[in-house]
């Protein structure tokens, strides 16, 4: 069974633009969450999508965005980048059959802020 | 305090010994409990996950969960260079969640 994919694998964008970030999750799979990794801060959730609704929700500001599709993949995406938005940005896939269900990364969009 | 907490090392080992990577967490309701490796530059991969008391094993790992005490474990025997990464930690809390919290991880180090 063909792992999560995270399209694009790098970025490089200047502060003030818009980024999309976008999440193929496992066959079957219809929960995909987002997380935000530096070396500062760590895993930091983003945002879970369940059925093209967002169901939870971290503290990260209102220029975080996310969607889901009927197909389960996902798009996340940041307006007015900041430079402190430099960072890894994984998502993980899960079945969420259950509160223990295993979440399953996918590669990572590496985004550079300039 | 931090809901999950791990000792950031590194913990370095020789290589053959047992690495002991432990954890800690702050919701005596937690139900699921995750070992996720991940190695520099890389994206986290999950190793093993454990949800009763006791020890669970696969292969060279094995989780070990106590939940009176609030803490769980991951040991890896026999010890390779190639386990070098950071290891972390996540925890469910149950109750309605379906995300874990993840603690900082643990690097490891294993020397020839």
Redesign the interface.
Same mark, same amino acid.
């Given at each position: 069974k063909a792992g999560v994919t995270q399209t694009p694998r790098y970025l490089i964008k200047t502060r003030g633009q818009q980024v999309t970030l976008s999440c193929s999750p496992i066959s079957g799979h219809r #929960?995909v #969450?987002w997380y935000q990794q530096t070396p500062g801060q760590?895993?930091q $959730?983003l945002f879970?999508y $369940?059925s093209e609704t967002q169901?939870?929700k971290g503290n990260f500001p209102g220029r975080f965005s996310g969607r889901q599709f009927s197909n389960s993949r996902s798009e996340m995406n940041v307006s007015t980048l900041e430079l402190g938005d430099s960072a890894?940005y994984?998502c993980a896939s #899960?079945t969420?059959l259950a509160?223990? #269900?295993?979440? $399953?990364?996918?590669?990572?969009t590496r985004l550079t802020v300039l | 305090q931090k809901e999950v907490e791990q000792n950031s090392g590194p913990l370095s080992v020789p290589e053959g010994a047992i690495a002991s990577l432990n954890c800690t967490y702050s919701d005596r309701g937690s139900? %699921?409990f995750?070992w996720?490796r991940q190695y520099s530059g890389? %994206?986290?991969? *999950?190793i093993m =996950?454990i949800?009763s008391n006791g020890d669970k094993e696969d292969g060279r790992f094995t989780a070990q969960l106590n939940k009176a005490s609030q803490y769980v474990s991951l040991l890896i025997r026999d010890s390779q260079p190639s386990d070098s990464a950071t290891y *972390?930690c996540?925890v469910?809390r149950?109750?309605? =969640?379906?995300?874990?919290?993840?603690?900082?991880?643990t690097s490891l180090i294993v020397h020839p």
């Open positions: #929960s #969450s760590g895993l $959730f879970e $369940f169901r939870n890894l994984l #899960s969420r509160e223990g #269900s295993e979440q $399953f990364f996918g590669p990572g | 139900q %699921s995750f996720y890389k %994206s986290p991969e *999950l =996950s949800y *972390l996540a469910n149950g109750g309605g =969640s379906y995300i874990p919290t993840f603690g900082r991880g």
